[in-house]
């Protein structure tokens, strides 16, 4: 009886080839504005956190802490959890690495896997990736405006088509307390015309019915008090300054005051990033301030802000067009054939020598004929091919113009095959 055909686990997927080099097309965006031109440091954390570290700093009235984590015990009995974002783990390494002795602020980017347990559709899956950013230890409307235009940038660097940014301010956790309660007041006048979920969730986190596409709760949210609307006055002046520097880049925005974003930690300035080009799930990333959560998890008072933007979002919304480039590879300059098997060793030290000198260099690895080896350099695109005859000669074929020329040494092909010296 045959096996059943094996298949990735369901909402993950497999980078082939092609997607693959459009993302490390876009790795490479994000790391010349990030880290080359920013300034920004890059660092890495475990794809693997103690399970209290998110319930603690993400929040368990949340959806991702309520549903959507994927988390285990490993044989010492102890619960871990993939990560499902990454400023708690970013704030547990500044934490444990003493990061707040260093000259604040502290300004940070990173790229890697993350995981929840979502229904998968289009340009979401249940492991994805993202890039973020992370500014800590400044209170500073500078830092606000500073990350905000740089995602803002980086997306128009992506070519993003139909690019939108939302924002908000959440004020502190004091204001955001007595605004729960009046919204609480409001959402429980008006109970019957809610949906369930949103009903059962007044008393944890009235602020998500927000994000709600029922049509009797958003009728409802119509006439609710907004959040931006009581801020204090400390509050405001942040704001305000923020969406100054904003106007003073030249970078729009659409102040919602419907905006709460879907994490417990936001304290302040909130903020998202849409893409029309997306449809109705348009989101490409976003983030915010958060203020309190380094204290909340055992760490010195810190100020801080931060993003994060989906790397398959970004890519499914970038102009194929202005991007088709970045499924292409750089055919390479030699490709080194042989004729006589027994020169296959004396083939690959020069194909390691051509690489060592900087030449995209390709190598004969079927077992063609020589004359099935040019047919192969020549689909590759192979400038030139490097012909080793069974006495161990070298001859450097123009694929071009079938023009063949007797040479000593990689260094001679690597003279020969220079755009600026050979003209070719």
Known sequence: MASARLKAPRGTFDVLPEEG?????LRSVCHSLLDHRAGLEYVETPAFEDTELFARGVGEATDIVQKEMFTFEDKAGRSLTLRPEETASICRAYIEHGMHKLPQPVRLWYWGPFFRHE????????QFT??????????DPAADAELIALLAELLE???CREVGLRISSLGTPATRRRYREELGDHLRRHEARLAPAVRERIELNPLRAFDSDDEGTRAVMAEAPRLVDRLDEGDAEHFAEVRARL?????????????VRGLDYYTRTVFEFTSGALGAQSALGGGGRYDGLMEQLGGPPTPAIGWAAGI?????AADPEATGHWGSTSPPRVYVASSDPAQARRAFALLTELRRRSVNAQIEQAGRSLKGQLRQADRLGARFALI???EGGLELRDMRSG???EIGSAADVERLVDPEVSGW
């Open 130 to 139: 993202q890039v973020g950013a992370e500014t800590l230890g400044s209170d």
């Open 21 to 25: 080099r459009r993302r490390l097309a």
């Open 388 to 390: 080793l005859d069974g």
């Open 119 to 126: 229904a998968p559709q289009a340009g979401r899956y249940r």
């Open 157 to 159: 660097e992506a070519r």
């Open 247 to 259: 106007d003073e880049a030249g970078v729009g925005y659409v102040v919602d005051a419907t905006l």
């Open 403 to 405: 023009e063949q020329q």
């Open 312 to 316: 398959e979002r970004i890519l499914l």
